[in-house]
T-cell receptor, first 118, second 112 residues
Framework: ETGVTQTPRHLVMGMTNKKSLKCEQH?????MYWYKQSAKKPLELMFV???????ENNSVPSRFSPECPNSSHLFLHLHTLQPEDSALYLC?????????????????FGPGTRLTVL | GENVEQHPSTLSVQEGDSAVIKCTYS??????FPWYKQELGKGPQLIID?????GEKKDQRIAVTLNKTAKHFSLHITETQPEDSAVYFC???????????FGTGTRLKVLA
């Protein structure tokens, strides 16, 4: 496997379920990101990890809980979600933290997990 | 606040014609502007980027122009092909943060 992979690709869950999204990057990158993509809205940055430490939490509801056990893996744990949380959840990685000391570079995105909350 | 506006939301062109997508940004300190292409069932992929010290950048059929004074930048695709059909996103760096602020996307359809 190369690049950024995400599993599952599709997920349907009820509001009382607990599920987890998984992301894995095979690029040797040090930073990983979770984004939410909803129709006709800009990508929303949810969480940022650099060297396995969370550096950004954009006021995301506590029903979303990220976990980064190592620099290659990123999880998004979901519980008691709402129907409005239905969206495409994208994981991305970059060589180093974007914007750090003025550095910019490419983010590599995974294919996303299409989440539907019933 | 941070904001990137992108127009148009949909764009249909005949194969071989040019396509132009425009974005404006609000943070005058933004200094990096990437463009992403998202095909159906895939994540966004970087296609070209430009830094604030450059006014134009070209890569084969794709070019990006930046007007810092007016705070807008544009993507130009020439000699469009059916495989150019996708959703295109512009983004701008947000100074002092790890954020790239994204536009709402343009769905480009190239008609054969």
């Amino acid at each position: 496997e190369t690049g950024v992979t995400q599993t599952p690709r599709h997920l349907v869950m009820g509001m009382t379920n607990k599920k987890s999204l998984k992301c894995e990057q095979h690029l040797g990158h040090n930073a990983m990101y979770w984004y939410k993509q909803s129709a006709k809205k800009p990508l929303e940055l949810m969480f940022v990890y650099s060297l396995e430490e969370r550096v950004e939490n954009n006021s995301v509801p506590s029903r979303f809980s990220p976990e980064c056990p190592n620099s290659s893996h990123l999880f998004l744990h979901l519980h008691t979600l709402q129907p409005e949380d239905s969206a495409l959840y994208l994981c991305a990685s970059s060589q180093s933290l974007l914007g750090l000391a003025g550095a910019h570079g490419e983010q590599f995105f995974g294919p996303g997990t299409r989440l539907t909350v019933l | 606040g941070e904001n990137v506006e992108q127009h148009p939301s949909t764009l249909s062109v005949q194969e071989g014609d040019s396509a132009v997508i425009k974005c404006t940004y609000s943070d005058s300190a933004s200094n990096y502007f990437p463009w992403y292409k998202q095909e159906l069932g895939k994540g966004p992929q970087l296609i070209i980027d430009i830094r604030s010290n450059v006014g134009e950048k070209k890569d084969q059929r794709i070019a990006v122009t930046l007007n810092k004074t007016a705070k807008h930048f544009s993507l130009h695709i020439t000699e469009t092909q059916p495989e150019d059909s996708a959703v295109y996103f512009c983004a701008a760096s947000f100074s002092g943060t790890y954020k790239y602020i994204f536009g709402t996307g343009t769905r480009l359809k190239v008609l054969a």
